[in-house]
């Protein structure tokens, strides 16, 4: 059974940083541990139905960033403990939300595509 168990999310002043992680486990033909797999963060607002792509990270380590987090976030990952991080600079308002861990067989941009979710964990940035 695959699961993504996200961490790291929290409170904290604007300008601040937090380091989000996603670890990954039970992919049933080890793709992940051999890179075949994207991963992707995306964050849901309250009372919204779509979650936006802030961050996507490819098999081959290509990333892609939303434009609004672009310079201040950092996606990357840590093969040897399953797991995908995204270092988050310069936090402003605007970037509270729940955050999602995701994770498919491309960078996609919307939502509907990605086969695997994490459950969230929610990032407030105080002004």
């Known amino acids: 059974q695959v699961q993504l168990v996200e961490s790291g999310g929290g409170s904290v002043q604007a300008g601040g940083t937090l380091t989000l992680s996603c670890t990954a486990s039970?992919?049933?033909?080890?793709?992940?541990?051999?890179?075949?797999?994207?991963m992707a963060w995306f964050r849901q607002a309250p009372g919204k139905e779509e979650r936006e792509r802030v961050a996507?990270?490819?098999?081959?380590?290509?990333?892609e960033y939303r434009e609004s987090v672009q310079g201040r976030f950092t996606i990357f990952k840590n093969n040897t403990k399953n797991m995908v991080i995204l270092q988050m600079n310069s936090l402003r308002p605007e970037d509270t939300d729940m955050y999602y861990c995701?994770?498919?067989?491309?960078?996609?941009?919307?939502?509907?595509?990605?086969?695997?979710w994490g459950q969230g964990t929610q990032v407030t940035v105080d002004s």
């Open positions: 039970g992919f049933p033909d080890k793709r992940y541990l051999n890179n075949k797999l994207s």
């Open positions: 995701a994770s498919d067989a491309l960078c996609w941009i919307i939502q509907d595509k990605y086969k695997y």
């Open positions: 996507c990270i490819e098999d081959d380590g290509t990333t």
